[in-house]
Nanobody
């Protein structure tokens, strides 16, 4: 059974930081892990992605570049999203996703498996 479980969400003041984790299990053909977010009334939005195999290429949305960083621990089958200098507009449910396509996709349709999401709220 394929499983992705996010954790680490919560509430933080503007300018603060959070680190999300995504623990994965049950699959062996994943090439890319991505993070997306969805705010109320809005479409799911790409945040960033990282390759899973040899090397470690990353790709970020312009809105989070230089503030967010994705990393991975292959031994623990876990991917992380470090979020710094958070802004109120970063408030959303954050999802991790897995893709078997060897491209750093930035649309939900390019991902095969999804976690249940974790809420991030940035507010003073």
């Amino acid at each position: 059974q394929v499983l992705l479980v996010e954790s680490g969400g919560g509430s933080v003041q503007p300018g603060g930081s959070l680190r999300l984790s995504c623990a994965t299990s049950g699959f062996t053909d994943i090439d890319v892990m991505g993070w997306f977010r969805q705010a109320p009334g809005k479409e799911r939005e790409f945040v960033g992605a990282i390759t899973w195999g040899a090397g470690s290429s990353t790709y970020y949305a312009d809105s989070v570049k230089d503030r967010f960083a994705i990393s991975r621990d292959n031994a623990k089958n876990t991917v992380f999203l470090q979020m710094n200098t958070l802004k109120p507009e970063d408030t959303a449910v954050y999802y991790c996703a897995a893709s078997s396509r060897r491209v750093l996709g930035d649309t939900p349709a390019e991902y095969d498996y999804w976690g249940q999401g974790t809420q991030v709220t940035v507010s003073s």
